[in-house]
């Protein structure tokens, strides 16, 4: 099987939370438009969205709050959080209603840290 998913752009610095959880629910309708997942005839909608973390942790709260209405409206079956330090992932565990599925990270043998 496939499994489709599709990773929240980080916001420019500066931006505010409203801000950027517009833009963060811009980018899924965006990116469920571009694979035909939009509409009564598209299906559901992705496997997992993914958020990338920021320096201003309101952004992220307020972006991962969009990613919490698509899940709960169906637009993706599961929500992740990608390349999270332990503090960014203690800033969405303070108001988040359903907790991160994964945390992302690449590594692989020779990986310089």
Known sequence: GLFLNTKIRKPPPGT???????????????????LGLLGSDGGGGVDMLMLRDSPDCDVMQAQWSVLEDALDAGRTRSIGVINYCQSSLGCILETCRIKPALNYYMLHVGMVS
């Open 16 to 34: 505010s939370p409203a801000d950027a959880a517009k833009m963060a629910s811009s980018q899924i309708d965006d990116d469920l438009a571009a």
